[in-house]
């Protein structure tokens, strides 16, 4: 099983739609989780952080449930700019080494 | 303030040549890791540094080795190029104090060996 695991989609949507990415991890003793984002070709830059309470910024939402080791990003009213690879990240246990997810490829169309 | 800057951005081996990839950053990071990204794939550590002077395996560093000898430099070297080495390499430093492990990434390195 991997670390972290994500579904590499593509998801393909309209401007406008809501789009959620799902997450799971497999190291119950991981304390820090993020959303990257990686354009083509380019370095991956961070999103977010995800906190257990969830968190909000503009139109993205992030939400962690420890008991069930899974992490998700919902993405409101969709952006042509918005296209891209979401990488989900988790810190190995309690050390500097993040793990990365394959990644989740997002296309909005127009 | 540069960040973390890595050179070459693209490089062509043979099989069998060495090369190093360079990789700088000026935000007095101590923790700094190399990765190697393959088409449609994950970002996978190579090595990674806590300090200069202390470096660690990660999930792929055979074929590559590393030193650390400041905190600011954090070369990787290919020894004896394969084919199998061709993807995109990603260096990146980690700010430890404020918000937790916030990676900060290089442009990358481009690497094809033929």
């Known amino acids: 099983r991997k670390e972290v695991e994500q579904d590499p989609g593509p998801f393909n949507v309209p401007e406008g739609a809501t789009v959620a990415f799902n997450c799971t991890y497999s190291n119950s003793a991981s304390q820090s989780f993020f959303w990257y984002r990686q354009d083509c070709r380019k370095e991956p830059k961070l999103l977010m952080s995800v906190y257990s309470s969830g968190n909000e910024d503009g139109r993205f939402t992030a939400q962690l449930n420890r008991a069930s080791q899974y992490i998700s990003l919902l993405i409101r009213d969709s952006k042509l700019s918005d296209s891209a690879t979401y990488l989900c990240?988790?810190?190995?246990?309690?050390?500097?080494?993040?793990?990365f997810g394959q990644g989740t490829t997002l296309q909005v169309k127009p | 303030n540069a960040g973390v800057t890595q050179t070459p951005k693209f490089r062509i081996l043979k099989i069998g040549q060495s090369m190093t990839l360079q990789c700088t950053q000026d935000?007095?990071?101590?923790?700094m890791y190399w990765y190697r990204q393959d088409p449609g794939m994950g970002l996978k550590l190579i090595y990674y540094?806590?300090?200069?002077?202390?470096?660690d395996k990660g999930e792929v560093p055979n074929g590559y080795n590393v030193s650390r000898s400041t905190t600011e430099d954090f070369p990787l070297r290919l020894e004896l190029a394969a084919p199998s080495q061709t993807s995109v390499y990603f260096c990146a430093s980690i700010e430890t104090s404020g918000a937790p492990y916030t990676q900060y990434f290089g442009p990358g390195t481009r690497l094809t060996v033929l």
């Open positions: 990240v988790v810190n190995k246990g309690n050390t500097g080494k993040l793990i």
């Open positions: 935000m007095n990071h101590n923790y």
């Open positions: 540094s806590v300090g200069a002077g202390i470096t």
